[in-house]
């Protein structure tokens, strides 16, 4: 356990751009199917932006609302 | 009760460790339960009693040329009742 | 041994790069204001001016006036000293620094001799190319090249330095990769940046200070548009990481077929702070650091591709040197990392100052730095927002997609995400607003004597040790940049998401925003002052 802790220790040292010794395999693999949940959270964030967006654009000086 | 652990992950699994003890595990749920499992088996952890485990993640392990851009993974507390 | 310098909320401040870009920049900040003790400890900063082999007769551009210390002319107190310094700047720079910088490296528990040799390397590669790239050949336009004897220039002002640095740092991190590999201990872009942004905040306070000195008008025209930018530039932001994340993430999840928890960190990598958001995002939805190295090594390759295109897409493209701030505030929004970021602006501040100062025949100049902070300003805002995003992924992550049993998530991490170089660059420039609103009187005429105390020790800092830290974050840039790892197999489609996003999704909505909230912002012109 040690030895591998020293490993991890070594490889983050190297400064290498990529960690060779790290598993990258399931990264890019093993898509879960898409859940409500995620909806949820897309949804809620664009709305927020809108919202941030008009208040933004009625507040900020600098707006184009407020420029000529 | 509260106890304090350092965590990383080693390429294949998530690791914890202390003066007192070293556990690991592929998933974290995994990792919570062998936790938990040492908790009640050294009988630190009593019946009725919550202990909070407070797991700092060690920055030596993520590459030394990320730490410059962000310096902080993740910190996780974990409440086992007993 | 472990590293645990986000075990308490103070625990990195010694350990830390970001912290230490607020010491260098702070501590050379307050040293500077011993000025107003009437002892000016800073104006041995070095600073390039044009040259040329040749100069004409009673023109300018002699090569033994290429390097000078600051405090020859700005000095209140000092200015015969540092007259006599020269081309001894650069060496008094480079041991003032290296002390600075080795220290910080020593608390950092770097390999001090490896940190010590990669430095002094770079420090004078970095010389050389500001050297080399202050030729008016390069450095001049039209307006001033005859009085180096030139009839034609290429009018990139500080920019072509930057650009020579930058080819410099590919050439030795795509080439030489033994030697980059040697130098990258010293080799640290988002310290040189983070600490060059502390000094932007230096300038950002200064510019109304300098600005007074030509009218009292001009001043408070200066204080008003920074605090409009940083205004713009919150709102800008807010809005824009708001539509970047779900859409990268949809992209990512929809069209790419990815996994969730590398969908969530390339949503945050690619549409928000580059590095620092895929480190901060992996570890809120507990991904394997793996997947945040991934992305954060594909994200330094193409910040250093938008680095490449943008600033001379929107000087010469659009919007042009019609809606500076436009470009500057969106440049913020879609360069990812800050030093890609910083360093486009700064390319970008010199590209349209030129241009501005040519196609008018000199009638329009602008204040240097102003283009830079406008795209540092949603850099910074968004780098702030980052770690209350990361919160949110967490408590989304944590207690709706895996539910462990008693997992909880500490709203310390907030905290241990906030960027700590704002808090130097915001000190810096409310400090130094708060001498010219304060002592200085809003740059009346009895305030003067003062303020000029203030500016002798704020110039070295904002402009001497400002572009000096961005002139080695253009080099390392370069030198930490293999653009052979795009090739690399086990990226795979990660590339593609990067490149569709980027270009189709992210420059466009940023453009759009910046619009929305910076056009028709105007930067002051100084011309009437400055011939």
Known sequence: ?????????????????????????????????????????????????????????????????HTP | MNME?????????????????????????????????????????????????????????????????????????????? | MADLSNRRWYSGMLTQEDWWAVWLGVGFFFISLFNLAGVDLVGWITYPTKWVLYPPEGGKGAVSHAFYALGKKYSVTAKGFYKGLGWWSVLWTYVVFTIATCIGAAFMRWNLKRFFTGWTIIYFLTIATWFVGHHAFIAANKINMKQYGLNFALSLGGGGSFILALIVGLIIGNFFKPFANYLSEAAKPEWYIKTAIVTLGVKLGYLPIKLSGFSHKLGKEAASLTFDLFVAGAAATIVAYLIFWPGVYVISRKLFKLPRKTAAVLGSGISICGVSAAVATGGAVRAKPVVSIMVSALVVVWAVIELVILPGFFTHVWPGTNDPLVAGAAMGMSVKTDGADAAAGELMDEFMRNKIESETDGAVIWPSGIITASAVMTKVWIDMFIGIWAFVLALVWVYKFERRAGEKVPVSEVWHRFPKFVIGYFFCWFFLLALYFGPGQSGAVEAMPFLKSVKAGAVPIEKGMRKLFFMLTFLSLGIITDFKKLKEAQFGKMVWVYFVALFFFIIPVAIVIAYLFHHGMQIPNIAGFVQ
């Open chain 1, 1 to 65: 356990m040690e030895e591998k802790h020293d490993e991890s220790r070594k490889e983050a040292a190297s400064g290498s751009l990529t960690g060779t010794a790290l598993e990258a395999e399931d990264v890019l693999a093993g898509a879960e199917p898409w859940e409500p949940v995620e909806t949820k959270l897309v949804v809620w964030s664009l709305l927020i932006a809108a919202a941030a967006l008009i208040i933004g654009l009625l507040v900020v000086p600098t707006s184009i609302l």
């Open chain 2, 5 to 82: 652990l350092l965590i990383w992950h080693d390429g294949s699994n998530w690791v914890v460790k202390n003066e007192r003890l070293t556990l690991s595990a592929p998933t974290l749920e995994e990792l919570d339960v062998e936790v938990e499992r040492f908790l009640r088996g050294s009988g630190m952890l009593r019946e009725g009693e919550t202990a909070e485990v407070f797991m700092t993640f060690d920055n030596s392990t993520i590459p030394q040329w990320i730490r410059q851009y962000a310096q902080h993974y993740f910190n996780r507390v974990l409440e086992v009742r007993g």
